[in-house]
Nanobody
């Protein structure tokens, strides 16, 4: 099992910045991919960014150039640094972790943290 706890959400004006953190505990060594998803009211959930165990990253087109995902292995923590925030970035952001095994893919999510960007 993997437990994920997010922090760092809040209210920010358009053009501002926030950094989200996701601390992991449990069977961390088995995790292959960590990332962030977001869910806005009335909209489909979106995969925002991922980082693999090898350090490769990928981003949704909507956040490329504005968001950066990184990790601190010593702290078992993944970060999402968000710059130049826009009102359309308003959503609940969920940290996730994925473990690939011979029996399938196992996904874990945190409880979510609200990000609200005012215009």
């Amino acid at each position: 099992q993997v437990q994920l706890v997010e922090s760092g959400g809040g209210l920010v004006q358009a053009g501002g910045s926030l950094r989200l953190s996701c601390a992991a505990s449990g069977s961390i060594s088995s995790i292959n991919v960590r990332g962030w998803d977001r869910q806005a009211p009335g909209k489909q959930g979106e995969l925002v960014a991922i980082i693999t165990s090898g350090g490769n990253t990928n981003y949704a087109d909507s956040v490329k150039g504005r968001f950066t995902i990184s990790r601190d292995n010593a702290k078992n923590t993944v970060y999402l640094q968000m710059y130049n925030l826009k009102p359309e970035d308003t959503a609940v952001y969920y940290c996730h972790a994925s473990r690939f095994s011979g029996s399938g893919v196992y996904n874990y999510w945190g409880q979510g943290t609200q990000v609200t960007v005012s215009s």
